[in-house]
């Protein structure tokens, strides 16, 4: 299984209850050029999100945009878990360390939304 566009606008909606999918398409972009080596530019998980933020607030529906940031944060971790599902990683210990961070809560509450 490969991580997709598709899974990722999927996984943004049921979090969110919108799917991102212009930012998805922005930072997989560089796949064309790079392959797998695309995540070397827009996957960094410090910059990529303030980046994005940036270049699709005005795009992003109001109520949405406070996710912006979690939505890249998302498809970054998504990215790592699936690689090391492929390449057979220790994926539960991914997770932890990315729960410890506090970048990324796979198993917080988010409140309903409507599209």
Known sequence: MVMNKKLHCYSCFQRYGYDFDEIHVWM???FIRLGELHRQERHNENTTPYEAK??????????YRKFIE???????ILDVLFTSIK???PVRAIIRQCERS????PFQEQPEFRR
């Open 28 to 30: 997989d972009e560089p």
């Open 54 to 63: 940036k270049l699709f607030f005005d795009i992003v529906p109001e109520p």
């Open 70 to 76: 979690d939505a890249v944060r998302d498809h970054i």
């Open 87 to 89: 390449y057979d990683f």
């Open 102 to 105: 506090g970048n990324w809560k």
